[in-house]
């Protein structure tokens, strides 16, 4: 019962990223996409590396599901101006796939792809803090 509550979260969490951040990255950035297409190379290896590093990014997170649940209830139930800025850190980290080549290209910056992957990654950093934050308050309980 607790493992399907916990892989229950876990999808919900995943799925919630996802829609915010695939769909309109789709939308928004057809002109990167052939680069993105250009640079990788879809043999065995590269689809071993990928299905690996999904395995792994769910394992952590199945480990880390209190602060998933914890995260979760804060997307859903916002009560103070903490769970807005937890809240807040989701957004930004789903929306950046998408947002920083649309606000680079508006902006008229002239960034390469390794350049907007790197403020992407960035952009994960305040969601993976809260998440570690919360994972370990807790566990501690």
Known sequence: MVASAKFKDVVLFITLYILLSFPPFLVFNREIIGDIQDRIVLDLVTIAVIGTG?????????????????YNQFLFAPTDV??????????????????????????????????????????????????SLMTAIGKAQ
């Open 82 to 131: 903490l769970s807005v800025l937890i809240e807040f850190s989701f957004v930004v980290a789903a929306i950046s796939w998408w947002f920083v080549p649309e606000f680079t290209e508006w902006a008229g910056h002239n960034l390469d792809l390794d350049a907007m992957l790197l403020i992407v990654l960035v952009c994960q950093l305040p969601m993976v803090l809260f998440l």
């Open 54 to 70: 999904l395995i792994i990014l769910i394992t952590a997170l199945l480990l880390a599901s209190e602060g998933v649940d914890r």
